[in-house]
Every structure is written in structure tokens, then in C-alpha cells.
């Protein structure tokens, strides 16, 4: 009887050891919640592309200690309510691009028209000094932490008529715009009527003419199906969009300095992995293009100056107006130091 009651004593403490242990594991966990708003389609989407290589390189490299829960296509709100929840420690990271600027106002800097000639440049500003400095101004003023910086890419003009070659083939030209000042000073400077439309209602738009022409990265050009009605596409590349990889203050101070190396390295991973992917979606969009029948212009060196010499003047001289100027003549320093390096 004696040996019995020993043996079930013993199970009985080992079954409660292993239960506590459970326990200690599954509070041990650490959930980080990503939230963006754009398509989950990985054929299409660089943010779903950008979240699923975060997730894979955390569940990879932490050993289970972290788990990545991805919710796309705006499930947790668009990208105004997921910044803000990042902000308020809601949710521990997100990825939002074009509204940064309502939280941070300086993140209007790389919106310079015509700044980056190429990916390249753009990859050695953002991945270099100035983009370490951009992002350690974004923490002071706004407290989260920007992990890297992706991409939403080059923007293009397309039309339905007018195959836009110069700024005086904007002359004119109803071209629906972002309804954002830097947007509309840049196209006034252009010579076009900037036309502020919601995108749902874009397509109507240019198919009834009630604008002439837009602006988009070539992979939304195709995804909207622009191309049944727009038959005219110029390369110019006259902004360069990014992508910000968000992250709480209060996430980021909770975790052990081995995870959050973990979590920083892996974000570096998704960034190049979107970058790859957006240019891969650029590529086979122009070809897209070309098949269903769009002509596709690349400006020359002289025509390319003309576009800059128009619009960047305006949109610099309203930028030092909003942001600290030194940080405008220090992207400029940073681009023509990547080009001469080059």
C-alpha cells in the first residue's frame, strides 16, 4: 500500500511539473500580430509577399518563441486605423506606406519628384545613412520604430489618347491625382489639371472622360485593368513610393534582446523579398501591357531633364515649408553620393 501511494504521489507531482511547464511555455510565446491592407494574392501582392517572408524567417529562426499572425486585405482597417493601432501598442507591426506622411510629415521627403533614377540608387539612400536618419526621426517624433523600408515603387502617366513624351504634352491634361498637396503642386508645376478621385472610381472615370489620364505603379496599372482604357503608357518613374515595416514601442521594448534581433533581421529579409518581387511584378506587367496592346513610352536624358526641371522646383520649395529643410538637401546629397559611387 505504502509503494502504491508513493507511485501515484510521484506521477501526481510529475503530472503537475508538466503541466506548469506547458503552461510557462505557452506564456512564454510571444504573439506579433501584422497587420497591412493590401491583397493576400502572392502573385500579385508586395505586402503579402513582404508578410509571408517575415513570418517564414520568424518561424524559422526563433524556434517557435514567436508567432507571426498575419492579417491582410485590411481585416484590422486600413492603413490610417493600422498605424494607429501600431501607435497605441494594439497591434505590434504593420505595413502602410502613403499615410505615414499623416503621422510623420518629413516621410514626404522621398516624394521628391524625380529623385531616384533607378532601384538601385533608391535601394543605397533607403538601406544607407539617410534612410538610418529618417528612421530615427520617425521613432523620436512618433515613438514606433520603423524596421525597413520597402517599396510601392515608380509611378507612370498613362493616357487614353495623348502619348505623353515632354511636360508640355501635359498641358492641360485632366490627370487624376492623390488628393494630397505635394501630388496636386506637382502636376500644376507639370502643366496638368490635377483631378483628386477615389481609386474604386478610377476606372469609370477614364472610361467616360471625365479624366484623361492618371498616375500608378505599372503592377496597379495592370491589377485595375487600366490598359482596356488607357492605351498610352510613359515610363518616367516621376515618384518613387515606399513601403513602411512599423513596429510598436511597447512590442519593441517587451522582447529579450535575442528575439528582437530575430525580429529586426527578419524584417530586413521581408524588404528584400518585396523589393524582388515588386520589380519581378513590374517587369511582367509591361510586358502585360504590351500584349494587350499599350504603347509603351521611355523618356529620353533630355526629356527626362525637362520633367525634373518642371517639377521639382515647386514641390521642393512647398516641402521646405512642411519638413525640416536640411533633411530635403540631405536625400539630395545621398542620391548624388549613390550615383557617384556607382
Not at 517575415?54 to 514567436?66: L, Q, T, V
Not at 479624366?211 to 482604357?229: C, M, S
Not at 488607357?230 to 512599423?246: A, E, M, P, R, S
Request: glycine share 8%; net charge neutral; proline share 5%.
Amino acid at each position: 500500500m505504502k509503494t502504491s501511494y508513493r507511485f501515484l504521489t510521484t506521477l501526481a507531482a510529475a503530472a503537475s511539473l508538466c503541466c506548469a511547464g506547458q503552461v510557462a511555455l505557452a506564456q512564454s510565446k510571444v504573439v506579433l500580430k501584422l497587420a497591412h491592407s493590401d491583397s493576400v494574392d502572392l502573385s500579385s501582392s508586395r505586402k503579402a509577399v513582404m508578410a509571408e517572408a517575415f513570418a517564414n524567417e520568424i518561424k524559422a529562426k526563433s524556434g517557435g518563441r514567436i508567432e507571426v499572425q498575419v492579417f491582410g486585405a485590411g481585416a484590422l482597417g486600413g492603413e490610417p486605423d493600422l498605424v494607429e493601432s501600431v501607435k497605441n501598442g494594439f497591434i505590434q507591426a504593420g505595413l502602410a506606406s502613403g499615410v505615414m506622411a499623416n503621422f510623420f510629415p518629413s516621410a514626404m521627403v522621398t516624394d521628391i519628384p524625380y529623385l531616384f533614377p533607378n532601384d538601385d540608387i533608391a535601394d543605397k539612400v533607403m538601406d544607407g545613412p539617410f534612410g538610418q536618419k529618417l528612421a530615427a526621426d520617425f521613432h523620436t517624433a512618433t515613438g514606433m520604430h520603423n524596421l525597413c523600408f520597402g517599396e510601392v515603387g515608380f509611378r507612370h502617366f498613362s493616357t487614353g489618347k495623348t502619348q505623353i513624351r515632354s511636360p508640355k504634352d501635359l498641358v492641360g491634361l485632366k490627370i487624376r491625382v492623390q488628393e494630397t498637396p505635394l501630388y496636386v503642386t506637382q502636376m500644376k508645376a507639370l502643366g496638368a489639371q490635377p483631378t483628386p478621385i477615389a481609386f474604386p472610381e478610377l476606372y469609370t472615370a477614364l472610361q467616360t472622360g471625365v479624366v484623361d489620364g492618371q498616375e500608378n505603379p505599372v503592377p496597379t496599372i495592370v491589377f485595375a485593368k487600366l490598359y482596356e482604357v488607357q492605351k498610352n503608357v510613359t515610363l518616367d518613374g516621376h515618384n518613387y513610393g515606399i513601403d513602411w515595416f512599423v513596429l510598436s514601442d511597447k512590442f519593441y521594448k517587451s522582447l529579450p534582446a535575442d528575439l528582437l534581433k530575430i525580429v529586426t533581421d527578419a524584417a530586413q529579409v521581408a524588404c528584400t523579398a518585396e523589393r524582388k518581387a515588386n520589380r519581378l511584378f513590374t517587369a511582367s506587367g509591361n510586358k502585360t501591357l504590351t500584349e494587350k496592346g499599350v504603347s509603351i513610352y521611355t523618356p529620353n536624358a533630355a526629356e527626362m531633364a525637362q520633367f525634373r526641371a518642371a517639377a521639382q522646383p515647386p514641390v521642393i520649395e512647398f516641402l521646405r515649408t512642411k519638413i525640416d529643410p536640411k533633411l530635403i538637401d540631405g536625400i539630395q546629397a545621398a542620391v548624388k553620393d549613390a550615383e557617384g559611387k556607382k
